[in-house]
Every structure is written in structure tokens, then in C-alpha cells.
């Protein structure tokens, strides 16, 4: 049996299976559509969430499949005090496959200590989001052609974004990645990143302040949302939550086949006269992200179609 907690428990083989089967099943959906006939998901949401909830069950739905869970840990038993390890091998009583969000780094690693059922990360505090990693991963490779020879800035949060973390780690596995990162000071990528993956794999890397002094030099530009709910100061987070907004002016500078990549949700870091240009990419990985956890599921589940 086989989880899914970080983008790393995937090889670079997998990674790139995975793309193919998300593009075959945009060409071929008739060929996927009872894959998971009489299988269930559970989508356990402790935190809220729009995207990677709703796409985790459509994929099931238009895999054949059938959906349960809930979308708040309020309406479930942890509201009386239940831990997340005995709440999920109760839910691996229901179904064969769950999808877990929680504000605990790792607790989705704890959870699977006591369960017979496959679970996959979707999104642990400021941890990881190994699923949104495929989506931007799959979007990465249709816009651009290629995972590889990429120049690929962040811009934002990088300490709390957990998307940042989970892509940066999955890109620095692909040869010709450089990353340029623009954040304030008190919102730098963190350490164990620069330590554990940028300087361990040789990675040429940058750090700045001003996103147009860069964005010239870009591939791809990776927004971030500044997360309120990561800060333990409500000041600090009013002083830096606006502090890059990207709109038509600054993208006059970035190359013509620059894409704008961004997890959503956003707030005010991308004017919405942006998604106008053909380079805003971000509702495409919204849709991305439906297929790529199609290929996910079918891969845990151990579906051959
Ligand atoms: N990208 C993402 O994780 O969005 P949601 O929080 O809406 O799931």
C-alpha cells in the first residue's frame, strides 16, 4: 500500500507517469469514466478549502467512483475531542482511498500508522501540498512543453507557503532549474530548504526583494498568497500582505511566454486585469488539478485502465 505525503515519495518516474496519465485521461476521458466503479474517496477537510477538495471529488466522481467526507472539523468528532489517527481508521472502515487536510505538519504521517487504507497529504499547515505540486507540475509541462531548463520565480510568501516548499523540492529533482525568490525579509524561504535541497543538489538560486528587477528573467513567476491564518500577529500580517501585487504594468517588463502560475486562493497579489493576459496560468492549473488526481487515485488504488 502506498501513501501519498510528500512530493519526495514520488521518483521523478512516477512524477512524469503521473503527467502522462493526466494527459491521456484530457484526451480520452471516456476511457477512464468506470475505472473506480464501486471504489470511495473520503476527503477529510480539518481546514478549509475550495479547490483541492472539490477536485479530489470530481476526480473521483468522473472516475466512476463514490465521494464522502466532511469539509470542517467541526462537523466531525474531532469537535469532541477525537484524535485525527482513530477518526481516520474509522473512515478506513468506509472507504479505499482518503484525501486529508490538517493544520498539524505531519499529521497525515501520524493518521497512517493505524490504517489499511491509502492517504494522501492534501496540504499539512506550512508543511506540503504534494497534490498541488502535480497539478502546477502537469500545468508546468502543457504551457511549456517541459519540467527542465527552466528559470522559475517565487514571489511572496515563501516561508509559510507550503506550495512553494512541496514544487521547489519537486523541480530541484529536474536538471537546468534555477529559482529566483522575492520575498520580504521576514517571509524568506526557509532554511531547511536552502540547506536540505537548493545547496545539497548544487542548485543555483536567488534571493530578492523587488519582483521587477527580475521579472525579465523568468520562465515561469510563481504567486503567493500571504496567509493570514499562518501569523501569529495580526500587525504582521497587515503590514506585509500587500507588499507584491502583480498587474498589467509590471508584466509589461516579463517575457512574451512568461506563465503566471498561483495556487489560489488569492487576495490582492494578482490584479484581477491580469487574467486577461494569455500568461495567466492559474485557473488552468485549477482544472489541471482535477485530472493529475485522477491519474493519483488510480495510481494508489492500483487501477489499471
Ligand atoms: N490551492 C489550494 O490548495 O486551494 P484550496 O485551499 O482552495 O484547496
Request: charged content about 30%.
Amino acid at each position: 500500500m502506498r501513501h501519498l505525503f510528500d512530493i519526495v515519495d514520488l521518483s521523478v518516474e512516477e512524477i512524469d507517469e503521473l503527467i502522462s496519465v493526466a494527459e491521456d485521461i484530457i484526451e480520452n476521458p471516456d476511457k477512464y469514466a468506470n475505472a473506480c466503479n464501486r471504489k470511495k474517496l473520503a476527503t477529510l477537510f480539518f481546514e478549509p478549502s475550495t479547490r483541492t477538495r472539490l477536485s479530489f471529488e470530481a476526480a473521483m466522481l468522473e472516475l466512476g467512483g463514490s465521494i464522502l467526507g466532511f469539509s470542517s472539523a467541526d462537523s466531525s468528532s474531532a469537535a469532541k475531542g477525537e484524535s485525527v489517527t482513530d477518526t481516520v481508521r474509522t473512515v478506513g472502515c468506509y472507504a479505499d482511498i482518503i484525501a486529508m487536510r490538517h493544520p498539524k505538519e505531519g499529521a497525515p504521517v501520524a493518521a497512517a500508522r493505524r490504517t489499511t487504507v491509502p492517504i494522501i497529504n492534501a496540504g499539512d499547515g506550512g508543511h506540503n501540498h504534494p497534490t498541488q505540486t502535480l497539478a502546477d507540475l502537469l500545468t508546468i509541462h502543457r504551457e511549456k512543453g517541459r519540467t527542465d531548463n527552466l528559470t522559475v520565480g517565487f514571489c511572496g510568501d515563501l516561508k509559510f507557503g507550503r506550495t512553494v516548499h512541496s514544487l521547489v523540492n519537486a523541480l530541484s529533482r529536474y536538471s537546468g532549474i534555477k529559482f529566483v525568490f522575492v520575498s520580504p525579509d521576514e517571509l524568506k524561504i526557509p532554511d531547511y530548504i536552502k540547506e536540505g535541497v537548493l545547496k545539497q543538489g548544487n542548485i543555483p538560486y536567488t534571493e530578492e526583494n523587488r519582483l521587477e528587477g527580475v521579472i525579465d528573467k523568468l520562465d515561469i513567476l510563481y504567486m503567493t498568497r500571504v496567509q493570514r491564518e499562518r501569523f501569529f500577529n495580526e500587525a504582521d500580517y497587515i503590514r506585509l500582505r500587500d507588499c507584491y501585487i502583480l498587474d498589467n504594468k509590471k508584466l509589461e517588463k516579463a517575457n512574451s511566454d512568461l506563465i503566471v502560475m498561483h495556487p489560489l486562493p488569492r487576495v490582492n497579489e494578482i490584479a484581477v486585469e491580469v487574467d486577461d493576459d494569455p500568461r495567466a496560468c492559474y485557473f488552468k492549473q485549477v482544472l489541471n488539478g482535477k485530472y493529475i488526481r485522477m491519474a493519483l487515485i488510480l495510481k494508489l488504488l492500483g487501477v489499471k485502465v
